[in-house]
């Protein structure tokens, strides 16, 4: 018997703050959605279904049980201010990591990736992201706004400058988004992982952040999602790019993000983000 | 055989918007929903559902196709930018006003009333508001903002001033709320449609405008809604409602708000809006 | 910002447990369960969901941020022993009845109220049940068991004998059931709640506990629980019971059982099981 | 153990062809449909569901375990060919009527009742029908045929004539239905079942067919069906109907109709037609 | 703003007809369905979820806004008369080759295939037929009609006869069908895509419809269908078919089937729809 | 016309139990299910939706018209009693294989395994398992019961010993049960079904027993499974075995486990286990 108020922290990651070298948090914010929204949802759905997955992966051959991990939960975002939205998670964000600590952080939409990745840049100067999505997210501007889902990765770009960006599995996007990262501002590989081996070689010194957006998998493996964009990644393949991860010697940040678990009643969407984040968080630990 | 473009207009009401006598428009906006969103779906489901209903009412004994009403569609309203969203909103229903034709508005979140209440209460300057809510939505503002879901009764009030909105059927807000009302700014009934038939006698020559947030139907009756509320009104209830509106000699616009049609995949919730929209529009022609 | 574990406690009731005066508990076992499982999964459900509703109550006027209540989460139960899973039930409602607080249990199916009512019984040794269900659940066994969703009133008469146990709302059962109750043994009322009142009046001043099964209401407006029985209650009906509640001076414990989320997708059904917690909760402080 | 093959029959009903008094067969058909077709599901869904049912009712006091009711399954219908499946329902029934028994009849869409109704207004030439439904579905043809689920009453009045068949509940339909019964071809009560039990008085003698379109419950109760109709019955007033037809003496065959179990997958709908399965059964047996 | 009526044409497909070199049509018909209908919700599904896709494939290097298609919706049906209602598909599709446009048909039911394919081969006497289907569709009839979504390839051979259809993906059907199909009728690959490479080179100069039942893709990817036939093709295969595709210089009309979009409320399976569609339109205006 | 009971064996399998030679039978059990409960539901509703396949394979080449099965439906088991539910299965079993048959059992949770290898393995002492799943099973207790689904393997282990067990596709489970496996005790292969044609070689002529935790296939493909574990098999993989499973000699039982069919009211996993059955009863009969 227990008398201790509800702990439903990520699986097995009931670590406090101060003692934890991997701080697990959530974005609730949907708000520039363009079509279905409903990724707010998101973090509390994988706590809750946590309890579904060993701690174990035979992937890693590690235990969730073994490292200090902390999940201090839903940040709390004003709905519907986008701008201070942004900004608690970018505080945040740089408290963790002045705290001597690694962010992974949970969407939400894919705009939350922007302030996280500001504040890993703002430490990290020579930061490298790798960015796995089925949409290349590199327009300007989106409905006339600078901060939008579909501009997230662009203004990641504002912060790093050319060749510092590499982008997977891509298969959606606005003509000239395409036409501009080929012009030499981002690595933009269309429809599916290949090279990816050679990308993870030359950054295996560098500081790297890994954003992942859960659409890249295949509707059928991952319909729980606003944009559901066929003819994507098996679940497979992006467990073979986790093991490529794990020669990344400074991973100093991650992200997945776009889960809107309603979509999905089945709750097979959820596990796949429960399963993500087990896997990420314990390459933060690597 | 016809070879026209698709014309999914609401059931019968295939108007040209200058021949018509009542304009149907809908407002894709959820923006600042604080639970579930979705209900910028809601116009073109209730459009494409509108086949399963007959064009007659056997309750106004009124017929669709012996009306002139026009169907514009969802207006194109900026994502994530809530004030010029409202502005597109209030421009068009001060368009349709001066075009001497009534505004018949599909939500959208609660907030979207509040453009198109503005445009009314500037032509008609003694309005008065029949408001059927399970929610007070009379906060001064909610989580630092002046225009939210929450907030949209009290912005109207801003327009009207006290003793001109009629709130019935509520069960839910903060306690501040009610008493706000009680202290003679509205006339708030709670839980049920009490007395609603002496507010309509008292206003059958006043200009009146209709806005009814759909959760105040029973979430047994209507579950495809962000913040279902239990104990709420039978459908049979608010059709009772429109038999008295049936006395109003003035009703100068009205919508109705809140359905979230991929909430409830039955579609019994989307029916209930398509009928809801049926009984307005032709209330609106009386 | 805040660094502090994930707190996912029903809304607005953190306290810790030694500050609190009702405590929250769930107990996720759905194992004898005959017809559709899933009522382990409630607990969490509501809490999750309970974001979505507010902390004042029209009903109670009452607000729940001003009491002091603690949510101790999921009891730990062993899955598939029936009988350990009770113990751990019945110990810990018998501690919290030692620290001077009132137990409010969440089911799972409805044989946990027994182990609750045990532990109450044993303090007070003439309380009184009222049990508000759909299902007599007087068997005296059920496929050759003593402890048994169906038998879990037979069960709980064992404790304290005829005449103290009022059952309303009851629509399903063995003829036997019914006039085994008939004989006697409890006062049964089918299908509605008439003579809940004289009930309550006259157990005004004894120790009362309440005991709801949600599958009393009506499928329509609570689809999500195992076994569906139509021609149920609205939820108003119920709303009305708990007006009647408040007249009760002495109420020394209490709880609701089998919703099943995720037979309801929707949400509804979660959102009534969210405010007869709030409702409960308040009444237990009244 | 038992080693016989696999007995789906309805609950309790598991009686032989020969020895039973009430036979159950259902009619896989939904060809006719306008809207959301899928009602051929409906009578393996009640099979299968009904092992969540009581056998015995404490509405009629009966128990299907003291009565021999055969279920013979779904007829095999030739799929598409109206005319011809319509044909072999009229020839199972009228062998049925022959071999003395009373059929119960599960559709399918409502166009199945014609040729039951056919059959049994052979055999008995003064036979009154009582219609509970949403709809008239008194059009003389739809859609170009003459054998639709929007004429079958019409088609059925053509075998009795005026004055014997009595519609109640009825909320939609065209205009020109509306007049044509009230010119005194059916007696058409509209929205509710008001004047029942003076209908039932008046027939107590008479030879009685009851047909149900379960669409006249609320969406709210039944959503499991392809045209839902907002403002209808709660399931308790058609357990009240009920109560009255146990006051006819001479029922002489009964079927319903609509249940589309695929539209709500929470079981509710298929629930309601289950128990009214059960209760239907009881009255053919008094 | 735009006081237009509602334009809800397939994504950014809005030309006049008169204008267009493509044309969209659907066929909103289901009646020989023998397992689960609902495909006549197919084509405005697939119009109402186009604004989640953009305009430029990635896949084609192309742009459906530099292009002329027009969307004349859904065919106005007979319900329930297979035969008139397939009479008004041949008429359309002819009226569209007539005025030298290119027809891209949305299913419906496979059937809804023949009276275009008939009409194409009425214009384009050499024309062959490329068709990518779980199913075998040759039986000669079926439930005892000529006319079912189980013969409607059979019907195409009627018109072309041997040697001219090549079947790809087949997994499903009567042994007699595999062994006519075996016996020079036509060219029938079972389980996948081998092969097709050399078939596109050899038909590179014909004239060629290509007709797609999306059943042929695996229920995982593709659930919201009637007849879900596990193990079938992922939609990346698919898309590498029409990459091949495009080598064919006079693809003169084509079609998909069988999306029933209720079956699969996440969306996901209409999505697969939406973009077969801009695949199919770019291909068609190539 | 047929006037016979109902029957709804699976697709052509109703064959009398003693004229045939392979028998299925459903075990409603899911009573130490850790996750989702609801695989007790499989049974029956792989029986009625077995109508939407085809009797012929053409993977297999052989029809199941061509074939002598029976099929018991689901055993009666007592609610809530591991021990004498999984008696009820060993005694079925053993006389299903002392009448010369074929045991073809579907599960419930794939605890009901066990006591059908046990049964075999006492007719056959020198019985092999191949054992195709996401999760190890290899637990020697799980929360203190020597009886559960995370036991399985590790109780089917004790029977026969080290050396007679080849699992393939696992990908779940807790360290120590790798290494228990590794250290000797079973054959494991992670993640796929690498090695499996050379374990069949190996076991051609030696009596082999197949059990299939359908979890092992992708929750994409096949989401309605209690504990969905995604990197998992594509069902083609699945068929791949099938084909190597001709090449088995001697197979003397076989089952598959883990449909939760109301997970996934799509259908789809319904679909894949009505498949599966179909193939695994014509394998029994080779």
Redesign the interface.
């Given at each position: 018997?227990?008398?201790?108020?509800?702990?439903?922290?990520f699986q097995s990651c009931?670590s406090?703050?101060q003692e934890s070298d991997v701080?697990i948090y959530s974005c609730p914010m949907?708000?520039?959605?363009?079509?279905?929204?409903?990724t707010?949802?998101a973090g509390?759905?994988i706590?809750?279904d946590s309890?579904?997955?060993?701690w174990?992966s035979?992937?890693r051959?590690m235990?969730l049980k073994d490292y200090k991990t902390?999940?201090?939960?839903?940040?709390?975002l004003?709905?519907?201010?986008?701008e201070?939205a942004l900004d608690?998670i970018y505080?945040?964000t740089k408290?963790i990591l002045n705290d001597h600590k690694k962010p992974m952080m949970v969407g939400g939409e894919h705009l939350v990736t922007y302030p996280v990745f500001k504040a890993v840049s703002e430490k990290y100067s020579d930061v490298h992201m790798i960015h796995i999505d089925a949409h290349t997210d590199l327009r300007d501007e989106?409905?006339?706004?600078k901060l939008?889902h579909a501009t997230v990765i662009r203004r990641c770009f504002d912060e790093v400058g050319p060749g510092r960006i590499f982008q997977f599995g891509?298969?959606?996007?606005?003509?000239h988004e395409?036409e501009w990262a080929k012009a030499g501002n981002t690595h933009l590989r269309?429809?599916d992982l290949v090279g990816l081996e050679e990308v993870v070689e030359s950054l295996k010194d560098k500081p790297v952040y890994i954003t992942i957006d859960l659409d890249v998998l295949?509707?059928?493996?991952?319909?729980?999602t606003g944009?559901?964009?066929?003819?994507?990644l098996?679940?497979?393949e992006l467990?073979g790019a986790f093991d490529l991860f794990e020669r990344l010697n400074h991973i100093v940040g991650a992200d997945f993000v776009e889960l809107s678990p309603?979509?999905?009643?089945?709750?097979?969407s959820t596990?796949?983000a429960v399963?993500t984040l087990r896997e990420m968080v314990l390459l933060l630990h690597k």
């Open positions: 018997m227990s008398f201790k108020k509800v702990d439903l922290s009931g406090e703050y701080v949907d708000s520039t959605t363009s079509y279905r929204p409903g707010r949802f509390n759905a706590r809750v309890i579904g997955i060993e174990y035979p992937y051959n235990d902390s999940d201090i939960g839903d940040l709390d004003p709905i519907g201010d986008v201070a608690v505080q945040t408290q989106f409905f006339g706004r939008s891509i298969r959606s996007g606005d003509k395409f269309k429809f295949d509707p059928g493996v991952f319909p729980g944009t559901p964009e066929p003819g994507g098996q679940y497979k467990l309603y979509l999905d009643p089945s709750g097979a596990a796949v399963k």
